[in-house]
Each structure stands twice: as structure tokens, then as C-alpha cells.
């Protein structure tokens, strides 16, 4: 039960306030990122993305679509050996195009969230953050 007592005290209140800081700066870089990749999507259903953080908890709605736009569909090899993902048009195949608009600005930004968290809260940030709660509770 330590802890959770810990976690009542004041430390737990700046640790709690820095981890919301970071997920919620972390939460605007993943939904920069996923619109500099969509640029070349005119659908209106690709704008109802949002990101919200409650507590230490970071929540990414999408439409359901978004995440396959991503995904290649379909593999064969091509006389090289190595895979091609394809779609049929007319008497041929073409080569699918790739858009990164789901995995990879989540990924990416999932390891800065993780080094933040992990070796982010030092004794200066503490301190910092320390000031800010003290401010809040003076006002």
C-alpha cells in the first residue's frame, strides 16, 4: 500500500502532471504528423480523427477506414523474388500505393513517448512542475 500512498502525496501529483504533459504534447505531433500524410486525401470522412488524454491515458479515435488506407493488400513475387503488393485494373497489375497515414506516425511517436516517460522525469522537472502545482493551489 505504499504505493498508492506515494502516489496521493505530492510526488504523485507532479508525476501524474508530467505524464499527462507528455502524452498530451506527444497526442499534437501523432495528429501533425498523420495530416502532413494526408494531404492528398480529399475525403472528409479522414478529418474525424481526435485525440484526447485522461489522466495517464492517451486515446486516438479514427474512422475505421483510416486504418487500412495504410496496409498493403495483396503479395506476389516479381522475377527479383521479392514481394510486390498489387491491385487489378484493367488487363494488368499495378504496384499499390503505400499512404503512411496510421502506423507509422503512432510508431514513431511511440518511442519519444516512451523515452520521455521513461527517462524524462528528472529532479528539474520535478522541481518545475512542483512550482506549477504550488501556483495552482495558491490561486
Known amino acids: 500500500m505504499a504505493l498508492l500512498d506515494d502516489r496521493k502525496g505530492d510526488l504523485g501529483a507532479i508525476e501524474a502532471r508530467f505524464i499527462r504533459s ?6 499534437s505531433e501523432i495528429l501533425k504528423n498523420s495530416k502532413r500524410a494526408q494531404q492528398g486525401f480529399s475525403s472528409p470522412v479522414f478529418s474525424k480523427v481526435n485525440m484526447t488524454v485522461t489522466e495517464n491515458t492517451l486515446t486516438y479515435s479514427h474512422p475505421a477506414v483510416m486504418r ?3 496496409m498493403k493488400t495483396r503479395s ?5 523474388g521479392s514481394l ?7 488487363s494488368g ?7 503512411p497515414v496510421h502506423n507509422k506516425p503512432i510508431m514513431r511517436q511511440k518511442r519519444f513517448i516512451i ?11 520535478q522541481q518545475t512542475f512542483r512550482e506549477l502545482l504550488a501556483q495552482e493551489n495558491n490561486i
Not at 507528455?22 to 497526442?27: G, H, I, P, T, Y
Not at 506476389?76 to 527479383?80: D, E, G, I, L, M
Not at 497489375?93 to 499512404?99: D, I, L, M, P, S
Open 22 to 27: 507528455v502524452l498530451e504534447e506527444n497526442a
Open 68 to 70: 487500412f488506407v495504410d
Open 76 to 80: 506476389v513475387s516479381n522475377a527479383n
Open 84 to 90: 510486390l503488393s498489387t491491385r487489378k485494373r484493367g
Open 93 to 99: 497489375k499495378k504496384r499499390k500505393k503505400n499512404y
Open 115 to 125: 523515452k520521455a516517460l521513461q527517462f524524462g522525469f528528472t529532479q528539474g522537472v
